[in-house]
């Protein structure tokens, strides 16, 4: 018998966050930040701490050398919400 499959994180986005999507033009890249939005959202705790961040909720970053994608998010307290802080593409 398989483990109970957790749902996936709700992707929401900070105001600075917000604009930096919407200068994303690039097809491409708006499909590779799609792809990297899945993977934290499936799994919040793939990313790093960023290190001297101790408090909660903990900033994370996710980098995808692969897809050329940076995110800084957090996680909220129930793990239900993924607020994405910064985007680098």
């Known amino acids: 018998m398989s483990p109970p499959c957790r749902p996936r994180a709700r992707i ?16 491409a890249k708006l499909h590779a ?3 990297v939005l899945v993977v934290i959202s499936v799994d919040p705790d793939i ?3 960023i290190a001297g961040n101790h408090d909660d909720p903990q900033l994370r970053e ?5 897809e050329a994608v940076r ?3 957090f996680v909220t307290a129930l793990r ?10």
């Open 80 to 89: 239900t919400v993924i607020v994405v802080a910064y985007i680098e593409t």
């Open 12 to 27: 929401a986005f900070s105001d600075a966050a917000a604009k930096q999507l919407d200068a994303v033009t690039n097809e």
């Open 33 to 35: 930040l799609d792809r």
């Open 62 to 66: 996710y980098t995808d050398d692969v």
């Open 71 to 73: 995110i800084l998010y």
């Open 47 to 49: 990313s790093t701490p």
